[in-house]
């Protein structure tokens, strides 16, 4: 499998995400807040992800900038355990990601983080066997 991230993997749907936020199972687990959302959908691809990083926290765009790349590098390069699951139950995940620490992260502290929000996911999921 490739590790790419492209357009139709991000989600940018507004009425996906209004109804993630209206209807959207949630978890903390720090320093993101994870929304999520199954549903059945005919899809190139089992998940969608958004990663969002406050303005009030991080008022300089660079800040921001740099937490969503490291948080989307980091999901990159793990999400294909997640895709594995979806693909054998045929669902889909709307995810979104907001970061909700005060402090900036380093790639490797993402990189578990993400990881753990990927299991936690698989499990909510119930792809474990």
Known sequence: MKQTFTKAERLCSKLLIERLFESGHTFNLF???VIWLMEKRDSPFPAQIAFSVPKRTFSRAVDRNLLKRRSREAYRKNKFRLYECLKSQDQFL???LIYTAKEKILYDVAENKINQVIDR???EASCVK
Request: proline share 11%.
């Open 31 to 33: 320093p993101f807040r």
């Open 94 to 96: 709307a995810v979104i």
């Open 121 to 123: 996911l698989i499990k």
